[in-house]
């Protein structure tokens, strides 16, 4: 048992892992950007962010493909640690076990120097002296497994749900990914219009890409409608190999996405204290064109304009705007669109031929269908009008007197309104 564990919480194969620092407990996260000095391992800062376990669960960027040992990069979210900065990394095995699992180191050359990357729990650093905060787990996340191989979705507003109690997110990352049965994710969508309705507002209403055991292609921007208003709830499965995209942005009918984001992170190996601001080359800035699903002041669940001078988000999708001709529009709310009730129609009793007056006419009318079969006596619920040879007939309003039948007595009802209103037209 104990050898199938260690084997399984190991790099075997190029594929998916997250890497896993053995001192501080946290995990790599690629972040996407670069730095001025691409043969420093100040290089490394920008692009890579540690996160603790409860964060990463639900950060593509920890979702790492790993080619090789010896000299690789780590690739994520459609780039590489080598684009990234321009040096090589050297992942080679720890000759030390560290909770009954291998362990790994990372390291590059610098001046000449090895630089081993490590973590004391303040973000990543490098040194030159091998101890536990430089020795790394690499543990697979592409086996299947919806117990230890997933990557957890947080809705939008774990608050709010919509009408039938489900949440909503989107997402926008570089794998394809399963959406497994009974994982927590109900389908995948992607909107294909927006439409007005009947209260001048605009709904855009999911369309469903993929449901429950299908596998969303990658860097392809989706809707998840999710059961758990937590991320270990909502489980998706990374599959297949990296899509490793490059282009920006990404589309899918009329949502867009990207990887990354503005993101503060420490910028020297020398001062952990130091922390700035990185802005990478793929994010996007918001506009009135791009709107993101959100939730506004009444609770509702829509797609909103970001606060000017701001980022989209990481790895979600948002409204694109841009090929809709709709000026002005601030919100678009998520759902079908409401269509609003006829006004009901309202049959004058008396106004046989439906020509909006009651008068002689309609009394003859009413006449002329009660005399074509006298043995009979119709029920206005079934429809005659058909029937009548001398034109327009509303059956409902020749019940008079309200009995449920057209008869003699609707006759002589309809002829006492007439006299009883001196021949005023009504």
Known sequence: MMVAIIASAQFSEPGFYRVHNVLSDDYICIRGT???RSTNPDAFWPCIKMLSDSDQIADPGSIIYIPEMGQTSLCA???STYLLTGLMLEI??????????????????YNNFPCIFRDYGNGLTAGTIEGPESHWWIEPVNEGSMDT?????KPINEAVCDTDGWYWTTMCCDFPFVLPVDGGVEGAYTVNEVKMGYDSLYYAAPVQLCGQGDTV???????????AAYASGNKIIPVASIANRMAMPIVNDLLMGNY???FNNHCSFTDLTVTKDYYPAQATKASDDNLALGVDAEGRLGFYPMPEGTYMAANTAWLSMKTLELEGVTAVYLGEVPVQEPDPIVIAKGDINGDNTINITDVGRLISFVISDPSSEEKVSEDNSDDDPD???IIEAADVN????????????LISILLDNAGVEQ
Do not use: W
């Not at 080679?92 to 050359?109: D, N, R, S």
């Open 149 to 153: 191989s997933f990557l957890g979705v």
């Open 260 to 262: 990354f984001s503005v």
């Open 217 to 227: 292609p990658a860097a392809t921007p989706v809707l998840l409608k999710c059961k």
């Open 77 to 79: 979210q459609g780039v």
């Open 391 to 393: 034109g327009a007939f």
């Open 92 to 109: 080679l095995p720890a000759q030390v076990m560290e909770g009954g699992l291998p362990t790994y180191i990372a390291k590059t050359q």
């Open 34 to 36: 670069h730095y001025e």
């Open 402 to 413: 309200g009995d449920g039948l057209v008869n003699i007595t609707d006759v002589g009802r």
